[in-house]
């Protein structure tokens, strides 16, 4: 990865809105998470002043790219990703990262995902046979869907068979490379990427639905910028679900609810209205705000829980702590990362935790 130059003199050291909006740096209190002190470690250790180690390699990975820091800084424009994925790069390829981040990489090399399942253990294991027919949509499930929380694969199918659909799944499908360039393995990353786009491009499909914000942030970003521009359509489910939503038809519920917007759903692309469309048409859901949300909404820990599960609890802790205090009794968001994260957090309360997709699939009628 390259520095970013002018994203690291966008910063006049004012510390306030990069402490006060950084939930890593609220629970650890580690001022090494923050991007101010993050420029200057970089540019510390490449004015050979200071010697990387373990300790220093925890505190650059327990931030983890929710761009909350960004959106308070009183720099416009700003994008805290280059550097972020330039310390990372720097830690991992020094060995000093989480030893779980080597194990994530090896996963990653191995088997193509990041849990190291492999394909005689997946989890979505029902067979979509395809032929060469155009298909309306093709289907993405990404990693945290396929190894953590397959169900919301299973609902997103029902409502699709529900509103006649027709839709082509890669049973074998790969990670599609974020994480991998999150964590700081920029080559793999790369590798990972043009094996994924050749494999999507073989299907011939209308749009392609994609049910993680990562992947879908990747799909539409991060591929473009690396020359992978896919020729069809890429959106998230709510997009997809937020143009058919005359069509489908849910039981009433009286369930009050509270809506988490996933980062890289709403910071990272900006889709704040359509699960909210959904959540108001759908259900008359109302009051269904956090205290900060949309821009300003927490994070749940991200993929910090995939090496430091106690760590990543903490975060989602607060999240689950609000939604006790609001007296609502259905969390709802539309990222299995954060599903995954908020469930383990909240699973000693009454809370019920749902993806979107698995609560519409839950009240419709058939
Ligand atoms: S909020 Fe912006 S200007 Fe202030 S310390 Fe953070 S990066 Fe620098
Ligand atoms: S991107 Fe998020 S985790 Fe990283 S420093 Fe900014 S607020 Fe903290």
């Known amino acids: 990865m390259k520095l970013d ?84 790069e720097l830690i991992f390829k020094n060995g000093f990262a989480p030893d779980e981040v080597y194990k994530i990489e090896e996963n990653l090399k191995k088997y193509k995902n990041a849990f190291g399942l492999d394909t005689k253990k997946k989890k979505i294991n029902k067979s979509y046979h395809h032929d060469d027919n155009e298909y309306d949509i093709y289907i993405y499930s990404g990693d945290y869907v396929k190894h953590l929380e397959p169900q919301v694969f299973d609902s997103f199918v029902k409502i699709l068979d529900m509103l006649d659909i027709s839709y082509v799944y890669d049973e074998d499908e790969i990670s599609d490379g974020i994480l991998a360039l999150d964590l700081g393995m920029a080559d793999l990353s790369k ?133 006790k205090e609001s007296g609502c009794n259905v969390l709802i968001t539309a990222c299995p990362l954060c599903l995954n994260n908020l469930k383990r957090a909240g699973s000693d309360c009454r809370i019920k935790i749902y993806d979107l997709l698995e609560y519409i699939d839950m009240h419709l009628e058939r």
């Open 5 to 88: 130059i002018k994203s690291q003199r966008q910063c006049i050291y004012c510390h306030n809105f990069c402490k006060f909006s950084c939930s890593p740096y609220l629970s650890e209190k580690d001022q090494k998470i923050l991007q101010t002190q993050k420029n200057y470690l970089i540019y510390l250790h490449n004015n050979k002043k200071l010697k990387l180690d373990a300790e220093l390699g925890r505190s650059v990975y327990l931030c983890n790219d929710c761009k909350r820091c960004e959106y308070y800084c009183i720099y416009d424009g700003k994008d805290v990703l280059p550097n972020n994925r330039y310390s990372k």
């Open 191 to 323: 590798n990972l990427m043009e094996e994924n786009f050749c494999k999507i491009n073989k299907y011939k499909f209308k749009k392609m639905v994609v049910l993680s914000p990562e992947c879908c942030y990747g799909f539409k970003v991060e591929y473009e910028k690396f020359g992978y521009k896919f020729k069809n359509n890429v959106v998230h489910y709510t997009e997809f679900i937020n143009d058919y939503i005359n069509n489908i038809k849910v039981s009433k519920t009286n369930d009050r609810i509270k809506y988490l917007d996933p980062c890289k759903l709403g910071r990272f692309l900006g889709i704040f209205e359509e699960p909210r469309n959904i959540l108001t048409k759908l259900f008359g859901a109302k009051d269904f705000e956090f205290f900060k949300n949309k821009e300003e909404s927490n994070c749940c820990g991200g993929y910090i829980s995939l090496y430091d599960r106690d760590f990543s609890n903490n975060i989602s802790m607060d999240i689950i702590r609000e939604c």
